[in-house]
C-alpha cells in the first residue's frame, strides 16, 4: 500500500475533485456534516473507489479525522461501526 501522501499530494493539481472519506449513500451526508472529505485529482479518486485497500484507508483517515474531534463511540453511533 502506498502512502497517503501520495494521494492527497501526487504532483497534479488539475481536476481537483472532493472525494467523501466514508463513502457510501447515507455516508457521503454524514462526511459532509463532519466535513471528513479531501481534495483529490481524478486520477487519485478513481484508485481511491476502485482500489480496495485504498477505501479501506479513506475510511481509517475519516475516522481518524473524525476521532480529532469527537470520541470513537460517537463515531460508532454514527457510522454504524469502527474501521480502526
Ligand atoms: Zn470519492
Ligand atoms: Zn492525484
Redesign the pocket.
Known sequence: MKHRAEYEICGRYEYL????LI?GIANRKLSDRYKLKIN?CRAC?NN??NKKELLDW?KKRGQKLFERKHSREEFIKVFGRSYL
Open positions: 475533485e472532493e472525494h467523501h463513502p483529490i479518486h481511491i473507489h479513506s
